[in-house]
């Protein structure tokens, strides 16, 4: 039986796509991940550490847990995972050899419990780009990592001094596996990826006695996927209700993301960000140009959801007069030659653009971060052969993880730790039954519940594979009554997917964060 070169090329995008940012639509459950060898072992112990760091000049001390947590058994009374983190949690003042330390009151001291996306990451990009004590050292302002070897320097844009952090590894990321004889495919959906972490912080907070603790969890990308169900079923399951919820990079709605045949409602929503590329690449007409960033942004966005839309929405029914004055808007907007957008049917997609801004130049640009450039093997493809905001940044996270881990916070292992795995298939069960996956309206629920509970949005406009535009969009048609709509806070950074990686950015998120912490209130 012969194979079609084209389908087989497809299908490799599509589970390179699903692996970053999660599948659209449920897929058969079949399992690709091979259990944990029986030759693996975790320490006895949790490795506990103490340090303290420099931050807005105070010095914060700390106590640095790095160890498993074994999830409620199954019905057969057997444990079902081993999931791996990392807590950080401010002590009084120093704590010497053989001192028993002592902390905050935890009924005033926050706790936030913080995880990555994929599905399929680790919780590395938040603990070593913003949230914890320690981050990658690039070499530049801009986020370039330079030559190895890489390793960690002191953060003094932690937020160790608002609040004590718990970063989590979902079963199968990190260190983190199912046990002999349960199946890590029992983890690899949306449901049961939910629910497993709600577990994980029921335990936690009752073995560290937190309970009385504010309560706030942070995800990324498909991270917020997670934390928008994780709020829900905390409230509802467990009757554990939150302060806030931090959402970076987020998607909650993924027919907002999915460029597939009838589906129109990514172009617009991905406009901006194309505009934002273009206009940091220097692609477009002095007019647009020498606009300031966020005023042209305005402009664009403002025709993507009037004239643009309509157009779309109209189909073949299209005008030759008004098919031709959208190209030629949307030419101007991005630099793309107007004919080529008249031959994609004024439908300018993922991968495509990436690959079509800079032909011209021989470059294509990254899907995390559209400001980073690469080359491909050749210039006439219709995608890029890689996305060069991830190959710039994977090894420094890489390295300095493993190797702080092991330096700083004594923990050994011979596992590897899972950066980014591959757990596709991804169950959508119950939730995303062939169709796209929205978890918006769990949020939304737990948000009329829970009145005082905040959210905090961060988004970057050369983010390409969660535009903030596109999460703007989502957020209004949550339908959130106004009372509890003023509960949510966005912030906007010339940046991409992980702001955090350009440090005056980084220092924006922070400042903004700090703010968010401090409206918490009191009872």
């Known amino acids: 039986m012969s194979t079609n070169p084209r389908s087989v090329v497809f299908v490799l995008v599509a589970a390179l796509f699903a692996l970053l940012v999660g599948p659209a639509i449920a897929q058969d459950d079949k399992e690709t991940k091979p259990e944990t060898p029986a030759y693996v072992t975790y320490p006895e112990e949790p490795s506990v550490t103490y340090h303290s760091v420099e931050i807005d000049g105070t010095t914060v001390h700390y106590q640095a847990t790095a160890g498993t947590l074994t999830l409620a058994r199954n019905s057969d009374n057997e444990p079902t995972a081993k999931v791996f983190y990392i807590s950080y949690r401010k002590t009084n003042g120093a704590v010497g050899e053989g001192d028993e330390p002592t902390f905050p009151d935890p009924y005033t001291r926050p706790l936030t419990f913080s995880f990555n996306g994929g599905p399929g990451s680790s919780s590395v990009w938040l603990h070593l780009g913003v949230f914890g004590p320690k981050r990658v050292a690039p070499i530049d302002e801009f986020g370039n990592p330079g030559p190895p070897p890489h390793m960690v320097i002191e953060n003094e844009y932690s937020l160790l001094d608002q609040s004590d952090f718990v970063f989590i590894d979902p079963v199968s990321t990190g260190f983190s596996r199912a046990e002999e004889g349960t199946s890590a495919k029992d983890f690899h959906g949306v449901n049961e990826d939910i629910r497993s972490v709600a577990e994980f912080i029921r335990i936690f907070l009752g073995r560290d006695n937190r309970w009385s603790s504010p309560k706030y969890i942070a995800g990324e990308s498909y991270g917020t996927t997670r934390a928008a169900g994780l709020a829900n079923e905390l409230q509802s399951s467990h009757g554990i209700s939150l302060n806030g919820v931090m959402l970076v990079s987020s998607i909650l709605n993924f027919t907002t993301a999915r460029f597939d045949v009838g589906n129109d409602l990514p172009y617009p929503l991905f406009l901006p960000s194309f505009a934002a590329t273009s206009h940091y690449h220097g692609k477009l007409a002095s007019k647009y140009q020498r606009m300031e960033l966020p005023a042209f942004l305005k402009e664009v966005e403002e025709f993507a959801m009037t004239d643009y839309t309509l157009a779309l929405m109209q189909g073949d029914r299209l005008g030759d007069k008004e098919r031709e004055d959208i190209a030629k808007k949307l030419s101007g907007y991005l630099g793309i030659d107007q004919d080529y957008i008249e031959d994609v049917n004024l439908r300018v997609n993922m991968p495509r653009f990436p690959k079509e801004v800079l032909r011209d130049e021989g470059y294509t640009v990254g899907r995390f971060d559209s400001r980073f450039k690469g080359r491909d093997r050749e210039d006439a493809g219709e995608s890029h052969d890689y996305d060069p905001s991830y190959a710039a940044i994977r090894s420094i996270y890489t390295e300095s993880m493993n190797d702080y881990l092991r330096r700083e916070l004594g923990y050994e292992s011979d596992m590897r730790y899972e950066i980014l795995t591959n757990v596709w298939p991804w169950s ?74 350009r440090e005056t950015q980084l220092k924006k998120l922070r400042d903004d964060l700090v703010g968010f912490y401090g409206k918490r209130g009191s009872r």
Request: no cysteine.
């Open 428 to 501: 959508f069960r119950g939730v995303g039954d062939n169709q796209y996956l929205n978890i918006a309206d769990r949020l939304r629920g737990v948000m009329h519940q829970i009145p005082s509970m905040r959210v905090f949005i961060a988004s970057g406009y050369y983010d390409l594979a969660t535009p903030y535009f596109a999460t703007d969009w989502t957020v209004d048609h949550m339908f959130l009554r106004p009372e509890v709509r003023e509960n949510v806070e966005t912030h906007y950074y010339e940046a991409g997917h992980m702001m955090y990686m």
